[in-house]
Structure formats: structure tokens, C-alpha cells
């Protein structure tokens, strides 16, 4: 067993950034991806492990890190594999936001306990950003009778191809569709529904709607409240557009298609650099309680994605002290809500 932590798809941006960011730390960092001629050109102080997931997987089982960071899409895939790759007392710790990745995972909690791993999913913004929020205000109160979650990105855009992990991420939630916990039951429902204009402390007027994604999983597994809504503002809130990635969302559950789609989607997209559209990034948390108590907060940040890099590597650093403890969990449902302020969050309680 090595003190190491080694960073899949360290040639992406959440990936580069990350492997900066440990080393800035004085980790030991392994850089792991397809190219190695990339990995040099964006982590030249960094071992590089190169070849494909496979070839990865098998050379990090040999090798026994303390930790893995998994940025590899697509997430439904790749977070089983690498987690079943990492040896006893390797923990494994992801960004990712498809809501069967936490269903996955969470099905492999027994496997990870009996064997010392700890599994982390959703070490990202929306996800550590909504649930530290509501964890907030949960306090010692009852179980809640309604929770809605809202996840409000603010990104800045690099040049360059949208990339294969973010492209099977929308393309899974396409397929997906909708979700929401309904009567203690998760339901299907057309994704970009239950529509709310919401105004951020800044001011800021969005709009998000519900989606079958990891803030909802989150939301649901920490509070316990027969009713729970995941939203975000990257949801589809528009009537005619949902129709639209409906109608898609049934394309893409044939056999094939989804992995064609997230092929194409990666190979043709190109972003444009463009500043966040503003100032801060919110993960915001409204709680009822069958006696009539509300309370609603939110947790601010600055740019979404550089919020990221600091939850996946807070928690990945954590693990590689021992912090943890062996199952399978979210970023705050295993070290509290606080973890989000130590990736640079901050608490508001409007009520």
C-alpha cells in the first residue's frame, strides 16, 4: 500500500486542476490517462500511468494508492469498474452526478466494508453543495415531510472539446429522464418539471426544474422525507424542449444508442471561453416539517467547476489520512457538512 493518490482522466479539466492542487499540497500524485504525451504537457511533475481504463484499473490494483479520484466518464460505467478495481484499503472518491451511479455504488456497501474501502460519489458542487446545505438545517429536527434541493452553477467555459466525461453526463440524464421521491417511493417523471423561479441572495433570478440526478439521491437518503425534489438550472424548463428530450430520452434507452450519442456529442462540441454568468454559484435547501416549520438556506460559492476540484481533493486528502471510514457514502453524508466549507463554501440561513 502506497501513500499515493492517483487522478483518472488527468488530462480533464476537473482532473488537471486536480492533480495541481494535491501537488500544491505536497501529495504524491499519479497522473492516469490515454495519452501519455498529454499527461506530460498538463502534469509534467506528476508520475503518468497511461492506457486505457482497463489497463489502468489493472496496474492500480497492483500498485495499492491510498486513494483514487475518478473523473472518467461515462460515470455509470466507469465508477463500478474502477471501484472494484481499488484492492482492500483503497478508497475511491468521483465527480459524478448520474443518479445511478449512487445507486450503484451504494448497492456495493457491503462488498466495501468487508473489504476496507470507503466509496465516495458526487464529490462536485451540486451534489456536497446541496446536501451540506440541508444537512445545515436538518439539525436535530424530525424526520421533514418535503425537501427540495436546487443546484445553481455558475461555470466559466474553456476553449476546446465539450470532452467524453460531461458528454455522457448530459447524454445519461437524457435517457434517464426525470426523477422524484414521492409518498418514501422514487418515481419517474418528465424531466424539467416542477419549474421554480428562484432569486439567490445575490439577487440573481433563475430558473430550475427537476431532473433525475445525484442532488436528488443525496437529498432523499439524508433526510428521509416521503417527498424530495432534485433541481437544478441546467434542467430543461422550457414545455417544447422537454417534449423534445423526451421523445430523445426514448431514442437513447435502445440498445447502443447511449454510448453512440455520448461519442458524437464529445467528437462535435466545441466550447467557446466565456465568463460565469455570475458571481457565485448557490446550492440552496427548503425544508418542511409536518408541525408547519420551514427553513430554507444556501451555501455560496465562487465558480461551480473550481468548487469541484477543491470537494473531490478535500475529500480524496481526508481518505489518505484515514479520516474515513469503510462503506459507501456522499462527500458530507461521510465527513459532515462541513467538508463543503473547507472546499470554499459559506453557509446562509435566509429562514
Known amino acids: 500500500m502506497t501513500g499515493e493518490i492517483w487522478v483518472l482522466g488527468a488530462t480533464g479539466r476537473v482532473g488537471r486542476l486536480a492533480v495541481q492542487r494535491l501537488q500544491e499540497a505536497g501529495v504524491e500524485v499519479v497522473a492516469a490517462g490515454r495519452d501519455r504525451e498529454r499527461l506530460t504537457r498538463v502534469s509534467p511533475d506528476a508520475r503518468a500511468v497511461t492506457g486505457s481504463l482497463e489497463e489502468v484499473c489493472a496496474q492500480l490494483a497492483a500498485e495499492e494508492p491510498a486513494v483514487v479520484i475518478n473523473t472518467v466518464g461515462p460515470f455509470p460505467v466507469t465508477a463500478p469498474q ?5 484492492p482492500p484499503g ?3 472518491v468521483d465527480v459524478a452526478n448520474e443518479l445511478s451511479v449512487f445507486e450503484l455504488l451504494h448497492g456495493m456497501d457491503r462488498e466495501a466494508t468487508a473489504t476496507g474501502r470507503t466509496l465516495v460519489s458526487g464529490a462536485g458542487f451540486g451534489v456536497l453543495a446541496t446536501e451540506s446545505i440541508l444537512r445545515h438545517l436538518l439539525g436535530d429536527e424530525e424526520r421533514p415531510s418535503r425537501v427540495r434541493v436546487d443546484a445553481i452553477a455558475s461555470v ?3 476553449p476546446g472539446a465539450l470532452g467524453e466525461a460531461l458528454a455522457s453526463t448530459m447524454v445519461q440524464m437524457l435517457r434517464d429522464g426525470g426523477r422524484e421521491v414521492r409518498q418514501d417511493r422514487l418515481v419517474r417523471t418528465v424531466a424539467g418539471g416542477a419549474a421554480e423561479r428562484v432569486t439567490t441572495p445575490d439577487g440573481d433570478v433563475v430558473t430550475t426544474a427537476s431532473l433525475g440526478i445525484g442532488e436528488l439521491y443525496a437529498a432523499w437518503r439524508t433526510s428521509g422525507a416521503p417527498s424530495v425534489i432534485g433541481a437544478s438550472s441546467l434542467a430543461p424548463a422550457n414545455p417544447a424542449v422537454r417534449g423534445a428530450l423526451l421523445a430523445a430520452g426514448g431514442v ?7 454510448g453512440f450519442a455520448t461519442r458524437q456529442l464529445a467528437r462535435i462540441t466545441t466550447t ?3 465568463e460565469r454568468p455570475r458571481r457565485s454559484s448557490w446550492g440552496r435547501a427548503r425544508v418542511e416539517w409536518p408541525s408547519g416549520l420551514v427553513r430554507e438556506g444556501w451555501l455560496r460559492t465562487g465558480e461551480a467547476m473550481t468548487f469541484t476540484v477543491g470537494a473531490v481533493t478535500e475529500v480524496a486528502q481526508r481518505l489518505a489520512k484515514g479520516e474515513g471510514r469503510p ?16 472546499a470554499g463554501g459559506e453557509f446562509l440561513v435566509t429562514h
Open 156 to 158: 466559466a467555459t474553456e
Open 272 to 274: 467557446t471561453p466565456k
Open 90 to 92: 483503497t478508497h475511491y
Open 252 to 258: 437513447l434507452r435502445l440498445p447502443g444508442m447511449a
Open 82 to 86: 474502477v471501484a472494484r478495481a481499488c
Open 327 to 342: 462503506g459507501a457514502f456522499t462527500p458530507a453524508g461521510l465527513f459532515g457538512p462541513e467538508v463543503a466549507l473547507a
